[in-house]
T-cell receptor, first 112, second 113 residues
Framework: QKEVEQDPGPLSVPEGAIVSLNCTYS??????FMWYRQYSRKGPELLMY????GNKEDGRFTAQVDKSSKYISLFIRDSQPSDSATYLC????????????FGKGTKLSVIP | NAGVTQTPKFQVLKTGQSMTLQCAQD?????MYWYRQDPGMGLRLIYY???????DKGEVPNGYNVSRLNKREFSLRLESAAPSQTSVYFC????????????FGPGTRLTVT
């Protein structure tokens, strides 16, 4: 079993839809949970991070972590064509941990 | 403030040739990383450097060497390129108190024929 599983998609939604992106993991030591966004032919950029369990909201984006189920989600409300990108989940055991474990990424297209 | 820069952007090598990928950051970060990204495999860590003068292996170090030249620069060398090293290579850096927040460069697309 891979440490982090992420459905690669692709996922295609109409503009304005609510998007749900998910990852599951197996390592109980993970404490930091990140979502990176990667536009085509660009490097990834950090979108949000969450420490331990709970929710975090930033504008149209909400990150959720359920450590009991080893399941994390990213919700995008009122999706826009500019949200079209690949979304990578990533996890680490601590703030100073050098090694992040990435999911394979989900490719999202938001159709105008 | 350029962030993380990488050179070259594209490179084609023949099997057995060598090359060095260059990376520099201007954010005064201690931690720097080299990743490769392949379709269906995601991002995989090749090497990382916690500080100037130190380097450590990541998940896929075979066939690569690195040098942390100073605080700003971290280079990746392929001594004898193989077709399996065809990939997109990303350099990243982070503040070592927040290594979960990594800043990535634009990438180098390498093809080995």
């Amino acid at each position: 079993q891979k440490e982090v599983e992420q459905d690669p998609g692709p996922l295609s939604v109409p503009e304005g839809a609510i998007v749900s992106l998910n990852c599951t993991y197996s390592n109980s030591a993970f404490q930091y949970f990140m979502w990176y966004r990667q536009y085509s032919r660009k490097g990834p950029e950090l979108l949000m991070y969450t420490y331990s369990s709970g929710n975090k909201e930033d504008g149209r984006f909400t990150a959720q972590v359920d450590k009991s189920s080893k399941y994390i989600s990213l919700f995008i409300r009122d999706s826009q064509p500019s949200d079209s990108a690949t979304y990578l989940c990533a996890m680490s055991a601590g703030a100073g941990s050098y090694q992040l474990t990435f999911g394979k990424g989900t490719k999202l297209s938001v159709i105008p | 403030n350029a962030g993380v820069t990488q050179t070259p952007k594209f490179q084609v090598l023949k099997t057995g040739q060598s090359m060095t990928l260059q990376c520099a950051q201007d954010m005064n970060h201690n931690s720097m990383y080299w990743y490769r990204q392949d379709p269906g495999m995601g991002l995989r860590l090749i090497y990382y450097s916690a500080s100037e003068g130190t380097t450590d292996k990541g998940e896929v170090p075979n066939g690569y060497n690195v040098s942390r030249l100073n605080k700003r620069e971290f280079s990746l060398r392929l001594e004898s390129a193989a077709p399996s090293q065809t990939s997109v290579y990303f350099c990243a850096s982070s503040d070592d108190r927040h290594n979960y927040e990594q800043y990535f460069g634009p990438g180098t697309r390498l093809t080995v024929t």
